[in-house]
């Protein structure tokens, strides 16, 4: 398993948990200076960008967006 999850830890009992499993080699810490994002991923939000600027029309605001998802 490869997955990668980026949390916030709320509860200092929570931190000493993720610690444990660290120990038990159940997890690793990753140092976000050596996440790197995949050059398709990179083009595929300037090319978004791009979309969005050359026809602001197609673009929903965040309201409708949520009414969207709650009729489904």
């Known amino acids: 398993m ?7 830890i709320k509860k ?3 931190a000493d948990i993720i610690e444990d499993l660290q120990k038990m080699d159940a ?3 990753i140092n976000e200076e050596n996440i790197s ?6 083009d595929k939000v300037l090319e978004a960008k791009k ?3 050359d026809n602001p029309s197609l ?3 965040w ?4 009414q969207n998802i709650r009729r489904r």
């Open 2 to 8: 490869g997955d990668t999850y980026f949390i916030r």
């Open 12 to 14: 200092e009992y929570a």
């Open 27 to 29: 997890v690793e810490f």
């Open 37 to 42: 994002i995949p050059q398709w991923q990179i």
């Open 51 to 53: 979309k969005a600027k």
């Open 59 to 61: 673009l929903i605001d």
């Open 63 to 66: 309201e409708t967006v949520k």
